[in-house]
Nanobody, 119 residues
């Protein structure tokens, strides 16, 4: 399984950015997936998740601003980030949980993409 994240960059506060994560090596529609982020000197935290059924969860800090979605046909996970704040600055990682018999429950991570929000 491989996850390739893209879309990070520098944006002014109040701006928007869209992250994408392309998955390969797994039938994507059977996997629960998510976005995490890690700010400098801090732990990696869950930003948003989306289940196989399409149910979503969000960290309180990003509710009403971020939207997670998935395209099973294209095997792509997306995070639409709106009204960005300087405190959203972090490396963002896409995450996939294995669901095949041979990798059930295994954690897969993308390489991370840096989002910097200037004030």
């Amino acid at each position: 399984v491989q996850l390739q994240a893209s879309g990070g960059g520098l944006v002014h506060a109040g701006g928007s950015l869209t992250l994408s994560c392309a998955a390969s090596g797994t039938p994507f529609q059977i996997n629960n997936v998510a976005w995490y982020r890690q700010a400098p000197g801090k732990e990696r935290d869950l930003v948003a998740s989306i289940s196989v059924s399409g149910s979503t969860t969000y960290a309180d800090s990003v509710k009403e601003r971020f939207i997670i979605s998935r395209d099973n046909a294209k095997q792509v996970l997306t995070l639409q980030m709106n009204r960005l704040k300087p405190e959203d600055t972090a490396v963002y990682y896409c995450y996939l949980r294995g669901a095949m018999a041979w990798d059930m429950g295994k954690d897969y991570w993308g390489q991370g993409t840096l989002v910097t929000v200037s004030s």
